[in-house]
């Protein structure tokens, strides 16, 4: 009778422990890891989460950025830390492409336990001032007649923007040079001050200084025009077959408890569907949408599937 009870005396005790830990949730400051710069498409979206993630559980829920290596650090950080939702991940398509960009990223997805969908978003094609076009058709021209001369930048190796603007060049036929940066708002400082030519990425990024007219935003990823950029064209509009969209998630590391997913997916839900979590992100020319953790999982899965054959046509993946 001992030796059947001990295991099922063990296993109720294991189930007590969650259950008590997931109860007591959070009882100390949480970390919401970014892994990229501050100001940028993916911190403004996360300060905000964090923001509101703090007055629903009562504590402190603090941003701390970590821009290096298209998001690798930011990742490395977070799976190395107890699966305890203490320390959580702004996840990013950035996770997908690392895993198919790398061949020892030092993570994989299934390292990651996703909470929540927070964003899906389209990209803008900007350009600097000095460059004479003023729509994409303009700028291919210009491209054309000044081959490797107009410079793109890029987040990291590898990264949406360095695969966006290599399918582009190929598409159309233009030769750009690829200038790499740390962080999201770095190329949008040296696009206004005329050092790169080009930049591609999510309307948030560089919003505010095209409607300042610090730089030009010439076309949108989008299969219909954004809200935000009515007047702004579609590539497809231009007769270029290019729809592509990125999203922003938050995950934790793998094996964090079932009921502390499950009260920061409901949390998150909850502040994704606000009207002014909606009207930071949809003025910013994005959409806000919220998922279940295995919904999250799937889109995870789904980017890598999309990425993988670009990355094997530009020989993009290294060590």
Partial sequence: ??????????LVMALTATTSHAGSYPDRPIRLVVGFGVGGPTD??????????????GQRVFV????????????????????DGYTLLLCTHFESINVAAYKNPG????????????VRYYYGLAVAN?????DIRSFIAYAKAHP????YGTVGFGSAQEILARQLQKLTGITM????FRGGAEPVQELIAGRIQFYVAPPLAFLPHYRNKELKIIAVTSSQRLNALPNIPTLTEAGIDFVRSGWLGVCAPAGTPAPIIQTLNQDIASIVGSNDYRALIENSGSIAESSTPAGLETIMQRTVTEVAPTITEF???RE
């Fill in 148 to 151: 490797g001369q107009e410079n």
């Fill in 107 to 118: 993570f994989k997805l299934s390292d990651l336990a996703p909470i929540s969908l927070i």
């Fill in 1 to 10: 009778m001992r030796n059947f009870c001990m295991p099922i005396l063990s």
């Fill in 315 to 317: 020989h993009l993946q």
């Fill in 64 to 83: 701390e950025n970590k821009p290096a290596s298209g998001g690798i650090v930011a990742t490395r950080d977070v799976i190395a830390r107890p699966a």
């Fill in 44 to 57: 403004i979206p996360a300060r905000f989460i964090a923001d509101k993630l703090s007055e629903s559980l």
């Fill in 177 to 180: 040079t690829q200038v790499p």
């Fill in 130 to 134: 000095t460059v004479p076009a003023t």
